[in-house]
């Protein structure tokens, strides 16, 4: 069974980059699923961040895009998120996921909390 | 950005009733929808996929329906485990969630 887990720094200063790696276990990164990131706040709900795909497209959504860059590394069996002149609007749970193609997000990290403050 | 609005906001019910929970998509998303189920302090879950398949080894309670921009899920009978957020998401142009639907106990 595929596992995911988030792993980073939980607290990032005002303007500096938010970087959060997503380990997976239990099922090759290469096998025909994209990877995404989601973040939620009590305030705006569930967000959709970024995908990527194994052939390397990815997709951001557009309110960040300028902001994030998703990375993948296949070696390792990760993925990556960074979210650069972060705020404290960025402070949220963030979470990894695998999703099917074309399809919804079938698994998920268990999140981790990010905190940005000076 | 196609906004995602469920209805009601809270779902008051009692063991045993039947739940409906409504999605609506402010334009059509085709059936690239999706009902996902949060308990606190847990990652969302993922209940049904494409409108109206369950995911894997989901009870045969849950149901979705629908299409264009309507959206139902509907737990026919619920159990002490079903009370939780429930969230619709669309994934036709981009990704964006509803605002969940707390689904409690009357």
């Known amino acids: 069974q595929v596992q995911l887990q988030e792993s980073g720094p939980r607290m990032v200063k005002p303007s500096e980059t938010l970087s959060l790696t997503c380990t997976v276990s239990g099922s090759s990164i290469k096998i025909g699923y994209y990877w995404g990131w989601i973040r939620q706040t009590p305030e705006t709900g569930l967000e959709w961040i970024a995908n990527i795909f194994l052939g390397g497209s990815s997709y951001y959504n557009p309110s960040l895009k300028s902001r994030v860059t998703i990375s993948i590394d296949t070696s390792k069996n990760q993925f990556s998120l960074k979210l650069n002149s972060v705020t404290a609007a960025d402070t949220a749970i963030y979470y990894c996921?695998?999703?099917?193609?074309?399809?919804?997000?079938?698994?998920w990290g268990q999140g981790t909390l990010v905190t940005v403050s000076s | 950005e196609i906004v995602m609005t469920q209805s009601p906001a809270t779902l008051s019910v009692s063991p045993g009733e039947r739940a409906t929970l409504s999605c609506r998509a402010s334009?059509?998303?085709?059936?690239?929808l999706a009902w996902y189920q949060q308990k606190p302090g847990q990652a969302p879950r993922l209940l049904i996929y494409?409108?109206?398949t369950r995911a894997t080894g989901l009870p045969a309670r849950f149901s979705g329906s629908g299409s264009g921009t309507e959206f139902t899920l509907t737990i026919s009978s619920l159990q002490s485990e079903d009370f939780a957020l429930y969230y619709c998401?669309?994934?036709?142009?981009?990704?964006?969630f509803g605002q969940g639907t707390k689904v409690e106990i009357k």
């Open positions: 998401q669309q994934y036709n142009t981009w990704q964006t």
């Open positions: 334009q059509s998303v085709s059936n690239s």
């Open positions: 494409d409108v109206f």
């Open positions: 996921a695998r999703g099917r193609q074309a399809s919804a997000y079938d698994s």
